[in-house]
């Protein structure tokens, strides 16, 4: 909040807020574009009176921005202010229902249907937003209408690594710092944006806007998604930050632990006990080779890591040298090709493993610590990826992180993941979303609007 010297000498303080309100004497107007750091042109804009004789005057923050985009601005500014971490830490988790509530807002104003689904009944209950605009008796056998699709919650942050308070939105740079502004709280503003421009009574397919919950720790709300909530679509659009790009493949993520179990006793006398540390390098070269076959088997040169990967994360067992180790736990996580089912991988990870329990005799059994995240794939001459090509001109490319996107495929919509900001400034300090990106991102979407909506 810059304090200026007005041209009379007094002092003047000027607030340039994102909402760009603030009372200042006309002759003051010049002066102020020289001292703020904002570019661009002020408006004056009279409270009722002449402005000529007015000494208050309403002076509005223009930017040579379109009222669109001011719009856009002060929507992502209210989605960042409203909280909605999701973790699997309890001490992290919270609500998305500050999110949900402004979403219902926008949505209705603009007269879009709101449809919840309610996710869990307790007091943190989260939910999923199903909005649909066109109100369309569609009857043809294949579904034309379009998804727009992000997730409400954002991932854990530590404010001390910020420069601005993460949950205000600081405009600076041409840039919008704030948590979730890039993802991707700053989607849906620009897709209610997007779909604002259109009468929807001339709407031939519905367009429907869905945010969702837990994408960051569980992807709750895309799992619990039934195809009842989005009966006539077609295409599905996940905005997650690809700078637009059209993104049709990502690799799918399980995360594994695998406990051993063999029998304690004194160190002295080894035949009193069973180690498991004695099995450990079994079970390393059997994950190993595993590892081995698939970076043979699979292979896929628009990821940047092209084959499946297995890491070994962590591994805790034992206390004491004097004992023999009894139980010891062990995960890793196995990122998929498309191609490669996470169930494929628990059935040939068990077989193995029951090798090692016959040669050790130690128990070995192995569970998922998180739910899998499938690997996904759009066909490349599907009529989803040919359309986001011509509109973003952009060959449809693959992404390094898991999405929904796989869920939303499996409701039988041919889906692609494209959205405004970059994932580089994602989950970390001074996450921001390019103002640059935002006009672009609303003409992409009203240009697939028209496609399949119209
Ligand atoms: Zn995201």
């Given at each position: 909040m810059p304090a200026m010297e007005a041209p009379r000498g007094n002092k003047l303080t000027?607030?340039?807020?994102?909402?760009?309100?603030?009372?200042?004497?006309?002759?003051?107007c010049e002066a102020i574009r020289q001292h703020t750091r904002v570019s661009g042109v002020f408006s004056v804009v009279t409270v009722g009176q002449d402005a000529a004789t007015l000494s208050d005057l309403r002076l509005k923050k223009e930017r040579f921005m379109p009222t669109s985009e001011q719009r856009i601005i002060r929507r992502i500014s209210e989605l960042v202010a409203a909280d909605s971490v999701s973790s699997p830490d309890p001490s992290w988790?919270?609500?998305n229902r500050k999110v949900i509530h402004h979403l219902t807002d926008y949505a209705k104003r603009d007269g879009w249907a709101v449809e919840l689904q309610e996710l869990g009944?307790?007091?943190?209950?989260?939910?999923n937003l199903i909005a649909t605009l066109g109100d369309c008796g569609e009857t043809a056998d294949q579904p034309r209408g379009l998804v727009l699709s992000g997730h409400t919650d954002t991932v854990p942050f530590d404010a001390g690594g910020w420069d601005s308070d993460p949950l205000i939105l600081d405009e600076r740079d041409g840039r919008l710092y704030g948590l979730g502004s890039a993802d991707m709280k700053g989607f849906f503003a620009v897709a209610l944006e997007a779909a604002a421009?259109?009468?929807?009574?001339?709407?031939?397919?519905?367009?429907?806007?869905?945010?969702?919950?837990?994408?960051?720790?569980?992807?709750?709300?895309?799992?619990?998604?039934?195809?009842?909530?989005?009966?006539?679509?077609?295409?599905?659009?996940?905005?997650?930050?690809?700078?637009?790009?059209?993104?049709?493949?990502?690799?799918?993520?399980?995360?594994?632990?695998?406990?051993?179990?063999?029998?304690?006793?004194?160190?002295?006398?080894p035949d009193l006990g069973n180690n498991v540390i004695d099995a450990l390098p079994t079970l390393l070269s059997v994950l190993s080779r595993y590892r081995e076959e698939l970076?043979?088997?699979?292979?896929?040169?628009?990821?940047?890591?092209?084959?499946?990967?297995?890491?070994?994360?962590?591994v805790h067992g034992g206390d004491s040298p004097n004992r023999i180790c009894g139980e010891l736990d062990f995960s890793f996580d196995v990122r998929m090709l498309p191609g490669l089912e996470y169930q494929e991988v628990e059935r040939e990870l068990n077989l193995r493993l029951m090798e090692i329990t016959a040669q050790h005799g130690i128990d070995i059994d192995m569970r998922r610590l998180v739910e899998p995240v499938p690997a996904f794939e759009q066909a490349v001459d599907s009529e989803l990826v040919v359309a986001c090509e011509h509109v973003s001109g952009h060959q449809a490319d693959a992404v390094n992180f898991a999405t929904e996107a796989p869920f939303l495929q499996s409701l039988g919509l041919e889906t692609?993941?494209?959205?405004?900001?970059?994932?580089?400034?994602?989950?970390?300090?001074?996450?921001?979303?390019?103002?640059?990106?935002?006009?672009?991102a609303v003409a992409s979407l009203r240009e697939l609007i028209r496609r399949y909506c119209l």
């Open positions: 000027v607030s340039p807020t994102l909402s760009g309100w603030v009372f200042v004497e006309m002759s003051y988790d919270s609500s009944s307790d007091a943190k209950t989260k939910a421009a259109f009468d929807p009574k001339e709407f031939k397919s519905p367009l429907y806007l869905l945010a969702t919950a837990d994408e960051e720790s569980t992807m709750r709300g895309a799992r619990s998604l039934t195809k009842d909530y989005l009966p006539k679509a077609r295409a599905a659009i996940v905005g997650e930050p690809t700078g637009l790009r059209p993104m049709r493949m990502h690799k799918g993520i399980m995360m594994q632990g695998v406990t051993m179990r063999g029998r304690s006793g004194h160190s002295s006398d970076a043979q088997t699979f292979r896929c040169e628009l990821m940047a890591v092209p084959t499946p990967t297995v890491n070994f994360g962590c692609i993941v494209m959205g405004p900001g970059s994932i580089d400034v994602a989950h970390q300090p001074n996450e921001y979303m390019s103002l640059d990106q935002i006009q672009p």
